[in-house]
């Protein structure tokens, strides 16, 4: 049985986002975002980092695109999400 996923708090980024042994979905929604900067991948992309684990980019990348995307549900879920996680409740509800 797999036990749950070891706290990477205080470790910084994931040694393995957007790699070959990682999530290999991260870097290429990256660079699509990189060629379409205000179009709504970074939803995607900040859901992709929430199941890599990597909450302080998730917040990053979602508050980013949400400055333009003001209304996008998916997105808002996703921030709500790594808000929670990361033990920011007041934040997350807001």
Not at 51 to 57: T, Y
Not at 60 to 87: C, I, W
Request: glycine share 10%; hydrophobic share 30%; charged share 35%.
């Amino acid at each position: 049985m797999i036990g749950p996923r070891p706290s990477r708090e205080g470790l910084g980024p994931s040694p393995s986002r957007g790699t070959v042994a990682g999530n290999p979905r991260i870097d290429e929604l990256r660079k699509k975002l990189d060629r379409e900067p205000g179009s709504r991948l970074f939803a995607q992309l900040a859901e992709e980092l929430r199941k890599d684990g990597d909450l302080e980019d998730v917040i990053r990348v979602a508050r980013e695109g949400l400055q333009k995307h003001s209304n996008y549900p998916s997105a808002r879920m996703t921030l709500g999400r790594a808000l929670f996680d990361t033990g920011d409740w007041s934040a997350a509800r807001a």
